[in-house]
């Protein structure tokens, strides 16, 4: 017996020691996942942006201070990886390099305060900014993962952003990391027959440089290219082409053309060669500014959606399309009504609710075509 009582404690001997067990660095936990979807998934699944990286425009002026808002781990990590991303095609995280870092911050409000007093401050140059974000997978809503002191600890810690808002806290970076990188795991273990990959954010496509410039005509081409070319319809809603290919003058028996939300600042000019494209959306390309006059040239077309675009102004040529019936123009910059607008004899819906046209011009529209359906209605 007494053989067996000294064979105990030397079983026993690790466990004083696991309680100083060094925790493992947030690069290491990054890394390790990283590996297991690029085993499982290929390289698209994985990548990085690169430090320099620029948004097309910044929200306000004033880029926020940084200063005692990004806690040394993270600091660490961002030195020894740089701004890496994962892309399961159903879960992904991604790091964002510094001016899209600030960027994404002015995008944020903060709780218990109104917009429009936080809004007036950073348009002021005034605002001391106590959030700043850093990670996302989805900032089209300004959804994701920002930095600032807990109100528990007054320690820097991550926070939930939900719908632009700095809502939950969830501990520290290292604590953060851990549970945030598992649901990719699980992702990993079972993946999706055909997983959308590459860039979750789809930064390249929204960044200034030559180098993002052909990354977007790149990407538009690979996606355009997945259609056949004798294709009828192609809907693309916010996928963040950035731009539209010349390429797409090649689908010669289009007939619809769904392009919302498909971060656009301009349509091309070659769009006026789909001769039997008979629906174009364009909405929710909140930069989109111009039309080309060539549109003019869609004698098929019967619907022309703008809806949550920056046009301002209809190019006269599009008075010329024979079979327009659906003019959607919500919540766009039109401040007047063209002249010839009136004279489109098939026009039956025209939408122009929360714009500024004075309402005598809409009332005069009214009476000129009381055959069509104008919307706000009176």
């Given at each position: ?14 466990r ?71 892309n399961?095609?159903k ?11 600030a ?22 140059g005034r ?15 300004v ?19 939900e ?29 999706a027959?055909q997983?959308e990959?590459g860039?979750?954010l789809?930064l ?15 990407g ?51 769009l ?29 077309l ?44 098939t ?32």
């Amino acid at each position: 017996m007494a053989q067996k009582k000294t064979s105990s404690p030397s079983k026993s001997k690790p466990r004083p020691s696991s309680g100083k067990t060094e925790p493992v660095a947030p690069e290491a936990t990054w890394t390790e996942v990283e590996q297991q979807v690029l085993a499982a998934l290929g390289p698209e699944a994985v990548g990085q942006y690169p430090a320099d990286l620029e948004p097309m425009s910044q929200v306000f002026e004033q880029v926020p201070d940084e200063a005692g808002l990004l806690p040394e781990s993270y600091l660490r990590f961002v030195e020894a990886l740089g701004y890496r991303w994962l892309n399961t095609g159903k879960k992904a995280l991604a790091f964002l390099p510094p001016r899209w870092r600030a960027s994404a911050s002015q995008g944020m409000g903060e709780p218990s305060r109104q917009w429009t007093e936080v809004r007036e401050e950073r348009e002021a140059g005034r605002h001391v900014y106590r959030f700043v974000m850093f990670a996302s997978a989805d900032l089209n809503d300004v959804n994701g993962f920002a930095f600032g002191l807990s109100a528990k600890s007054g320690a820097l810690a991550v926070f939930q952003v939900e719908d632009s808002l700095p809502l939950r806290e969830l501990g520290t970076f290292e604590t953060w990391l851990g549970k945030a990188l598992e649901p990719l795991r699980k992702a990993v273990a079972k993946p999706a027959k055909q997983p959308e990959l590459g860039d979750p954010l789809a930064l390249r496509q929204e960044s200034l440089g030559e180098a993002a410039a052909q990354a977007r005509q790149a990407g538009a081409a690979t996606l355009l290219g997945a259609f056949p070319r004798d294709t009828r319809a192609i809907t693309l809603l916010h996928r963040k082409l950035g731009v539209v290919p010349d390429m797409v003058a090649e689908f010669t028996e289009l007939k619809t053309l769904t392009l919302k939300g498909a971060g656009l600042k301009e349509l091309p000019a070659v769009l006026g060669q789909l001769s039997k494209l008979v629906q174009l959306d364009g909405s929710w390309n909140t930069e989109l500014a111009t039309l080309p006059p060539e549109l003019g040239r869609l004698q098929d077309l019967e619907s022309l959606n703008l809806d949550h675009t920056a046009v301002s102004r209809l190019p006269e040529e599009l008075g010329q399309l024979p079979r327009l019936r659906s003019l959607s123009l919500k919540s766009t910059r039109i401040t007047a009504l063209p002249a010839w607008l009136s004279g489109l004899a098939t026009l039956e819906f025209l939408d122009l609710s929360q714009t500024d046209v004075p309402a005598g011009e809409l009332e005069a529209f009214r009476q000129a075509r009381p055959d069509c359906s104008l919307y706000p209605r009176p």
